[in-house]
């Protein structure tokens, strides 16, 4: 049995995109059990609920060619410390869910002069690649217990880039008091989670 949903992320709902995508009818819903399932005996392991661009965006659904690839990816989602909740707030890399973070590129000034600690996200509408390459926020805000200020940028004027050192989208800029203290370019994927989290945590000490 190849394919493994991870029900820790997933939302389980009869909406799912990897529905359609199934060429057999095997990867369905049940409405009696009110689940997502895949029914064995239809399933070709061709993979597509998995690899497809069109199926699930925030990969939850897996897919193994071997029994010992089986057997690593369930012990994956066993220690995955995720839940649904985690994908629903904003993450570094993706457009904002919650509209509270976002700021118009004309508006950064003022939030830049709060006097709090600033993290700016840059990004581009037309860039963001998508939810499963990008970090939840809020384990970017446990990283400190200083108040700061967190905003989404989205950027339509190359300039803007240029002023803050930004060579890759996104980019989170590290500012207090009007004074850059460091950027970090780049997508993270969550397996790279660490190492964001260790770079944004090495800037925050240089902050005075
Ligand atoms: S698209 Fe992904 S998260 Fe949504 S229901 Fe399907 S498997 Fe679950
Ligand atoms: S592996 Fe292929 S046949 Fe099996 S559930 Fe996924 S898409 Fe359907």
Redesign the pocket.
């Known amino acids: 049995m190849?394919?493994i949903i991870n029900f820790k992320i997933c939302d389980n709902c009869d909406a799912c995109n990897?529905i359609p995508?199934?060429?057999?009818?095997?990867?369905h819903y049940n409405y009696e059990k009110k689940t997502l399932e895949?029914d064995e005996k239809?399933?070709?392991?061709?993979?597509?609920?998995?690899t497809?661009e069109k199926s699930c965006s925030v990969g939850a659904?897996r897919?193994s060619r071997d029994p010992e690839e089986f057997a690593r990816i369930k012990k994956e989602i066993e220690e995955d410390k995720r839940t649904v909740a985690d994908l629903m707030v904003d993450r570094y890399g993706a457009t904002p869910i919650n509209m509270p973070f976002y700021c118009e590129e004309g508006n950064l000034k003022k939030v830049l002069k709060t006097g709090k600690i600033c993290l700016i996200e840059f990004y581009k509408e037309e860039l963001t690649e998508c939810l499963i390459k990008s970090i939840p926020i809020k384990e970017i805000f446990a990283q400190t217990n200083e108040e700061f200020v967190y905003r989404k940028v989205n950027i339509t004027n190359d300039d803007v880039l240029k002023k803050y050192n930004v060579t890759k989208i996104p980019s989170l800029v590290i500012i207090k008091d009007e004074k850059q203290y460091g950027e970090i370019n780049g997508y993270y994927s969550v397996a790279e989670k660490e190492e964001l989290i260790a770079r944004i945590r090495e800037i925050l000490k240089t902050v005075e």
């Open positions: 190849p394919v990897a995508v199934c060429p057999t009818k095997a990867y895949v239809k399933c070709t392991d061709c993979g597509l609920c998995a497809s659904i897919w």
